[in-house]
């Protein structure tokens, strides 16, 4: 006696047991464990990569606003292409010349607590509730304190903790 051909939906039903039966086994779970592990270490990467982003992004602020500092106490040192080098000369300058003009000076740390990677002297500020972050300040305050609890809340949970807190977070991390 011939056998009835079968029906689409019997080798449709069969090929998704016998597809459930391989996910089951222990090398798709293995397979399934490398791949939860290639998505923590490329999460991670990603962490560290912004993690550097934002040291190099302080560490370019600070140089900036230094150099700032220095163009605003020495303007008898004009600017050129070579910013280091006009650095060292103001501050040769300096050394050579005795002190700065006390206005220019007062200008320049004046200037520095608008700089966009707040410093000491306006995180101290905020706490304390003599100011508040400029808008850059506190893009930059956001973003280390992202970096600095790991991940762990979002822009607007951390907007939603406050500017104290945050400059609290920042400044209990400064070296």
Do not use: C, Y
């Not at 900036?64 to 300058?93: C, G, H, N, S, Y």
């Amino acid at each position: 006696m011939a056998r009835a051909p079968s029906r689409p939906e019997n080798s449709l039903a069969d090929a998704l047991a016998r597809s459930r039966a391989r996910i089951a086994e222990p090398e798709s779970s293995a397979l399934q464990a490398q791949l939860q592990q290639a998505l923590q270490d490329t999460e991670d990467a990603e962490h560290a990569r912004d993690a550097a982003n934002l040291a190099r992004m302080k560490l370019q602020g600070q140089l900036q606003a230094l150099q700032r500092a220095l163009a605003t106490v020495v303007p008898e040192v004009k600017d050129a292409a070579d910013a280091q080098a006009v650095a060292l000369q103001r501050i040769e300058w300096l050394a050579t010349h005795g002190r700065p003009n006390p206005e220019a000076a007062a200008a320049a740390r004046a200037a520095e607590l608008l700089a966009p990677i707040p410093n000491r002297t306006v995180l101290e500020e905020v706490i304390a509730g003599k100011r508040q972050f400029t808008k850059e300040q506190l893009e930059f305050t956001i973003s280390e304190t992202m970096v600095l609890n790991g991940w762990e809340m979002t822009p607007l949970e951390l907007m939603a903790k406050g500017e104290v807190w945050l400059a609290h977070q920042v400044l209990k991390n400064q070296h």
